[in-house]
């Protein structure tokens, strides 16, 4: 791993540091002028070099890994390539630094630059998202939810979430998770025909066991999630509405997915994922909810923020206002349906029949085949995904009937439909023998092939 690891060609740096100062200024906020160019370089030493030397196996562990996601077509939905530029800021000085408190009142000095990086972030995403309030201090979306938890609820109160198994999330309530031990948590699921969510269903359930939070979301739902009609039963039963964006947070920003924030109490995300920033949290909600969001976060969950992690979702933001990021988007939407319906013609089950996002669950029992041992077959033949529950599912989370397939990854590298069709020929070789490896090895060398022609952003 080298230099070139920070500098691919084909991964272009969208940092717009003239608009964005431009927006912040108009705001009100004090910015200073940005650094030069070659001042920045200075910043910025060849970090490769130095962890080899340092730390030998470390650094070889690092290139290993960075050839894997070179070599390698990921179709796990929750996870992307963050451009360099992103790269750059979160492996910057600011890990050094401890900033607990928000900006203009901390607990230690030195925060002159801090609070402008986050002042940053902050009015990016209020920019992106058109909310009137962000907090970009969480430390995932796991914690990011927790606050929601801790703004509005006490223990024992009762919480509503999509259940796990139909496509939810965790932190939703469910039973194995924090939140679904410390508070009366109440499920909702899919129709059994369709494996949609029946809005009627909720209505009823609400109406029935008055949750003083209604989440809506998850993390295996591939389609559009009907944001208005949530809002519509949580006013009703008095609920404060969440939305959880975590996996369509970049497709939100783009304006290909329908937006929660003019609707919702309170909006919760990942950074990464479809938004391609680091790995951290995020939490837009309204004015009026702002200080019970923000002292839920701190002093309430956590200490000093992840500044690295901030100045990351702050170039990731700068980049969402692009108009590349919204081709991007839409090419997201346009590869899972490509991949979709190859699939399908294939003879594969898909839940729902499709999907309206990056995201697809698939049912292998028609293939006779179980998820896991799809999902490790696969990966030796170079794709890698992830086994998955499907809804209904007879056989165990650990080892299950489905597996959940994303394009943001691969729309990242540039792939199209045209390789999405490939892809889906290769997923049916896997799954028809997924015990032959000399046809995985074969694959595997032809998926390195094509990768090679859709370099991944950040790896050599």
């Given amino acids: 791993m080298g230099k070139a690891c920070l500098r691919s060609p084909r991964a ?7 608009s964005g100062l431009a927006r912040h200024l108009r705001a009100g906020r004090r910015v200073e002028a940005a650094p030069k160019p070659d001042t920045l370089r200075r910043m910025h030493p060849d970090v490769a070099a130095s962890l080899a030397a340092t730390d030998p196996l470390l650094s070889s562990l690092i290139a290993q890994e960075e050839r894997r996601q070179r070599d390698k077509i990921r179709l796990i939905a929750s996870e992307n ?26 607990y230690y000095e030195g925060q002159q630059i801090v609070d402008q990086i986050e002042g940053l972030a902050i009015s990016r995403a209020k920019a992106v998202f058109g909310a009137e309030h962000a907090n970009v201090q969480p430390y995932s979306g796991s914690p990011a939810n927790l606050a929601v938890y801790f703004a509005f609820l006490k ?15 965790l932190t939703h309530g469910w039973n194995v998770s924090i939140t679904g031990s410390f508070f009366r948590a109440v499920q909702y699921g899919v129709r059994k025909d369709t494996h949609r969510v ?19 979301g998850g993390t295996a739902i591939p389609r559009t999630i009907d944001f208005p009609a949530y809002a519509e039963i949580a006013r009703e039963v008095g609920a404060v509405f969440v939305a959880d964006i975590a996996h369509i947070a970049g497709l939100v920003a783009a304006g290909v997915h329908p937006s929660p924030v003019p609707v919702a109490d309170v909006v919760s995300s990942t950074t990464h994922k479809t938004l391609r920033g680091p790995r951290g949290g995020m939490i837009l909600c309204k004015e009026a909810h702002a200080k019970a969001i923000d002292r839920a976060v701190f002093p309430g969950l956590q200490g000093g923020p992840h500044n690295h ?37 294939r003879g594969f089950a898909l839940i729902t029949g499709g999907t309206d996002n990056h995201l697809i669950l698939a049912d292998l029992t028609p293939k006779n085949v179980p998820g896991k041992v799809a999902a490790k077959a696969l990966d030796a033949a170079g794709i890698v995904l992830n086994y998955n529950s499907i809804p209904f599912d007879p056989r165990k989370p650990f080892d299950p009937s489905g597996v959940r397939l994303g394009t943001a990854a691969v729309t990242t590298r540039g792939m199209k439909e045209a390789q999405m069709q490939q892809v889906a020929a290769w997923i049916d070789e896997v799954v028809q023998h997924p015990a032959d490896a000399a046809l995985h090895a074969r694959i595997a060398g032809e998926v390195a092939e094509l990768c090679q022609g859709f370099p991944a952003p950040g790896c050599a």
């Fill in 12 to 18: 272009p740096i969208l940092l717009r540091i003239s």
């Fill in 155 to 169: 223990p024992g109160d009762t919480v509503m979430g999509m259940a796990l198994p139909a496509g939810g999330h």
């Fill in 81 to 106: 390539y963050a451009s360099e530029a992103v790269l750059a800021a979160t492996g910057s000085v600011l890990t050094n630094k401890y900033s607990e408190g928000y900006a203009g009142k901390r």
């Fill in 309 to 345: 992690q901030t100045a990351g979702l702050a170039v990731a933001l700068a980049e969402a206002q692009t108009e590349a990021f919204k081709v991007y988007a839409a090419q997201i939407v346009k590869n899972a349906q490509a991949l979709a319906a190859a699939l399908t013609a």
């Fill in 198 to 216: 029946d809005m009627d269903e909720v209505r009823d359930l609400a109406r029935k066991e008055r949750p003083k939070v209604l989440f809506a």
